[in-house]
């Protein structure tokens, strides 16, 4: 192939690389930014059963703790009623600790029912808990990969951006200018491969005549209807 041409598609390569890189340095974040987010809604979903089993078990010690007051208090009452004369006051106190009785019975059979809804519980919690485990540690890898994948870009950029000025050094300015200004008109892309009679670069028909000189000619040829400098590649041909 035409040596110039063969400079422009290294040329063209490293652009598009450089390109390439950067649209990863905004990107990556962004991919990484999301994941936290879908993580965090994931973990705050499974967590629910958790919750839960916290409220449940702090209304059990709230349960407890009024048993233990009603006890004391019945305590306390019964103390009273050994030095009560009057007959209408020991009946009241009577009263008291029936009602005090009455009121623990209640809270006995709250305290069962928690247990029971705590043991199932307690079941679900231990499933989530090592759902979210499993789905930390993926989170964790997937992460990872894209962290080191991004800490590996600016080194990226600085080889391609080497590689580039070792090219440039080889390209006419004629020629160079002739390139960059194509390249800034078409998206990045001044030098583009044709085969079928297609322009890789628009996808637009080459001119059979065209076509024809491009497989043979030692001109650097443009697309009339991009106006990318063409070459011919063989897409069946193994590189
Ligand atoms: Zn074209």
Not at 194 to 202: D, I, M, Q, T, Y
Request: aromatic share 4%.
């Amino acid at each position: 192939m035409k040596e110039n041409l063969l400079l422009l598609i290294k040329l063209q390569e490293c652009d598009s690389q450089l390109v390439k890189l950067s649209a990863k340095r905004k990107k990556l974040p962004e991919d990484i930014d999301k994941l936290d987010k879908e993580f965090s809604s994931f973990k705050e979903g499974i967590e629910k059963n958790k919750m839960k089993y916290n409220e449940l078990k702090a209304r059990h010690t709230e349960s407890e703790n009024k048993i233990k007051k009603l006890n004391d208090g019945m305590v306390k009452t019964k103390e009273r009623m050994l030095e009560v004369k009057n007959n209408k006051e020991y009946q009241a106190m009577l009263k008291e600790i029936e009602i005090a009785e009455s009121s623990r019975g209640d809270i006995e059979t709250l305290i069962i029912s928690i247990l029971e809804e705590l043991d199932k519980l307690s079941i679900l919690v231990k499933k989530d808990d090592e759902t979210l485990k499993q789905s930390r540690n993926e989170y964790e890898q997937e992460k990872k990969i894209i962290e080191d994948d991004l800490n590996t870009i600016d080194a990226d950029v600085v080889d391609w951006e080497k590689k580039r000025i070792d090219l440039q050094k080889s390209v006419s300015d004629d020629l160079l200018a002739r390139y960059e200004k194509i390249k800034k008109r078409n998206k990045g892309v001044g030098v583009i491969s044709v085969w079928k009679a297609v322009c890789n670069g628009c996808h637009m028909n080459i001119p059979p005549q065209l076509y024809n000189e491009l497989q043979k000619s030692n001109e650097l040829l443009s697309c009339p209807n991009c106006n990318r400098i063409i070459y011919f590649q063989d897409m069946e041909k193994p590189a």
